[in-house]
């Protein structure tokens, strides 16, 4: 698999991320490929929080979630997906589908062990991790789960706000993914807008940033949709952790109602957190939202 690298010094003087880069390139399946994640706390905390980012972010996008859940005392892992931050970036669109993200999640989990998982989601963190329980070894794994603006597709249509995303980025080979971000989230200074060009040098780190919202599953026959009406089954019927639920009311993607019926489908999830001025990318609203989870789960 033809896969480029970004250069470290893309990563140099991020803000409020000074996090040591952490790889792995042996993972089963994907050698040769090298992952980064960040792992932060102690490796003995009752509790470790894995913070999955979406598109096109990466996990700089969990820098104002970190420090409360550190300062709890816990572990956090927050990766970062193939193709994206500074894991590397296959070439070939065709290299990006459903299970070639998954997968990468249930080896990596596997290879740090990690358990008593706060499971923390959001976009197609939330669409890759929710279905994480499918698999027997990953229910023992998590006991907590703490969800933000995602969902859980099975082959239908994903609403109007989705349809046009989609139809924005198929014509959006070179996406300027620092624009995009400061759009939906004004809040972003110059800097922290530039941390998210830095993984993509040029066009050709990009395929991954091209490939997540053709690989939505909105038609029944697309790979991930067995997984996702599983996962469906299993949060409405099984689960019996607690929930910490978060959404931004400004995200034309997965709005309100879209985030109101994700919670009906979660067994015991309480009324929604909401940031009536945040939007998809509501984890730059993160630090209110990390304190109150903490709040609701006890620590």
């Not at 999640?105 to 499918?134: A, F, M, S």
């Not at 879209?258 to 730059?284: D, N, Y």
Request: glycine letters at 10%; a negative charge.
């Amino acid at each position: 698999m033809d896969a480029l690298r970004t250069p470290d010094e893309r990563f140099a003087g991020l803000p409020d991320f000074r996090y040591a880069p952490r790889y792995v390139d042996d993972l089963r399946g994907y050698e040769g490929l090298r992952a980064h994640y960040v792992d932060e706390g102690p490796r003995d905390a009752k509790h470790m929080f894995l913070c999955l980012h979406g598109e096109p972010s990466w996990s700089f996008l969990y820098r104002k979630m970190i420090p409360p859940f550190l300062k709890s005392g816990a572990r956090v892992v927050a990766p970062d997906f193939f193709g994206f931050g500074r894991s590397d970036k296959p070439v070939n669109d065709a290299d990006y589908t459903f299970h070639f993200h998954r997968n990468h999640l249930l080896r990596l989990i596997e290879r740090l062990d990690l358990t008593n998982i706060t499971l923390v989601v959001q976009d197609w963190g939330g669409l890759l991790g929710l279905t994480l329980p499918v698999e027997p070894d990953m229910r023992r794994r998590i006991a907590r789960l703490l969800v933000m603006n995602t969902g859980m597709p099975i082959g239908e249509g994903a609403g109007p706000g989705f349809d046009n995303w989609r139809a924005f980025m198929a014509t959006r080979p070179d996406l300027m993914v620092g624009q995009l971000m400061k759009r939906g989230t004004p809040i972003l200074s110059d800097a922290e807008a530039a941390a998210y060009d830095a993984p993509f040098p040029d066009q050709r780190y990009k395929a991954g940033v091209r490939r997540f919202p053709q690989l939505v599953m909105t038609e029944p026959g697309m790979e991930g949709v067995a997984e996702s009406k599983a996962a469906r089954a299993f949060w409405k019927d099984d689960w019996n952790g607690p929930t910490f639920m978060a959404y931004g009311a400004a995200d034309p993607v997965f709005p309100p109602p879209l985030m109101e019926t994700l919670r009906a489908g979660i067994r015991g999830c309480p009324p929604a957190f909401v940031v009536a001025e945040g939007g998809h990318f509501v984890q730059e609203w993160g630090a209110p939202i990390a304190e109150a989870a903490l709040a609701a789960f006890g620590g």
